[in-house]
């Protein structure tokens, strides 16, 4: 080796340590925050105004005063029943009535085949991982997230949690296989 090149590398590891450890190169430590006087300091004394009957409290100020500041003179309304007619001059809105169920976005496309189980508890199809699915079967649906690659080299399309198999066959424990469809989001 080069002595050139020995010199240069004493040199950058010196630097480097002088900068690594600001406390052997000479830096200062912080100084400590200075003590406040007792001077600074002035004794405060609250007063606790309680009503009395001689002291009376005045109109507040109209600008400080809310919108929707309720006055003595002030009159509540109930609300009109549902099969009541509108008031004079305001038509009737039509409000759609209750209904139940749910709605699922389209899927991008389905897949029908088989499905089975194993017990590692990972939901697997040839999808890229963190695909979200809806799994239907004859039992029901459950919407899943891919998480593991297969089945390889078979004619299954999916294979499920345990647990989730069986909510989605609706068959007996002994069932291995069961036909689903599964919407790919």
Known sequence: ?????????????????LVALP????SMSPNPSPSLEAAAFRQLSLYHAQATPQEA????DPAL?????????AVFSEPAPADAPPPPGR????QPGPHGGSDWK??????SGIATFYANGTTAMRLPRGTVIR???????LERVVNDYGPRGTNRIIDLYRPDFFAVCGCA????????????Y
């Open 1 to 17: 080796m080069r002595p050139r090149t020995i010199i240069v590398g004493a040199a950058l590891t010196a630097s480097l340590a």
């Open 23 to 26: 406390g052997l190169a000479g």
């Open 57 to 60: 409290v005045g109109p507040l």
């Open 65 to 73: 005063r809310s919108d929707g500041a309720l006055t003595a003179d």
């Open 91 to 94: 038509p009737r809105a039509g």
């Open 106 to 111: 389209p899927a991008r496309y389905t897949v």
């Open 135 to 141: 799994v239907c079967g004859a039992g029901g649906c």
């Open 173 to 184: 424990s002994w069932s291995g296989t069961t036909r689903v469809t599964v919407y790919v």
